[in-house]
């Protein structure tokens, strides 16, 4: 009867009571729960992409690479909280600033490691021909290795993200207590999570948009060049809007011409970057980032067409 007569103020107000690191612990779980839930309304929509995006993602779970780059993590990112930074009071900032690279780095190597092996490793041995003879169409088969590919990607920003807004929360009261000022309120420490969460859905937009690409290239090249081009694809798109806005108002049109064309053909991967926002302590638009997912949406859409197109004519024999 009680929960009955609760009100959205009265559970607002309850959740504010909870600190905030059992709440990060919280969302986490939640979030984990949740994608569980999407994973079966997924599978009874698609059993057979989900069957092999379930495949996928098993072998990913459990290569060593998934479990290193899990536990390098974590240490890395409890290790941020006692690291001396020489900022002169701005180590969250920094330490926001690295956990996020940390975690995004980590995220896309898996991710694109992933999908440069799993479609060259069974083309080459002829396991793709095997399960495409049954009744499983090409496109099936690429979607449900994207998917599975996302899936430990996924897992790790999860499991990191919890761990790094923890880390996030908790580097407040650590450096209130090194420098011997007053501990800051469970207010503030929201504010700081807060403010960095939105920069892990933006990681995980870039690092889904590469995957995409990985996938894409993976259908005709082997692992090596997948995995070069994948490299390229990831500086280029960081570097074009410096290579664009360098050239304004000089007499550099080959620069700007070449700035332009790869910021046509190439994913912009600096619309992902919160920098600018830890750098002056001002939270993501929610505007901003539905635009940056609308944005890696269309990409994502526009690689995996790529790759249906390429994969449909391949010769599996």
Known sequence: ????NLTTTDLFELWNRIPSIPQILICGAGTLAALFVL???LRLAFPKVMAIARTTAKEGWAHPLFWVELTVGALLLVLFIVLPYNTFGEDVKMLKDSG?????LFSIGLAVWA??????DELEGRTALTLLSKPIGRRQFVLGKFLGVLAPALTMFVVLGTLFLTTVSYKLVYDSRETSNAVPSESERRTEVLQVTPGLVLAFFETAVLASIAIAISTRWPMLPNLMSCFAIYVLGHLTPLLVQSSIGKELQLVTFVGRLLATLLPVLDYFSSDAAIAADQPIPLEYLGAAGMYSLIYITIAMLAALLMFEDRDLA
């Open 1 to 4: 009867m009680l929960l009955a």
């Open 39 to 41: 994973y079966l309304l």
């Open 115 to 120: 999908a440069s092996v799993t479609i060259a």
């Open 100 to 104: 996020l690279k940390l975690i995004t």
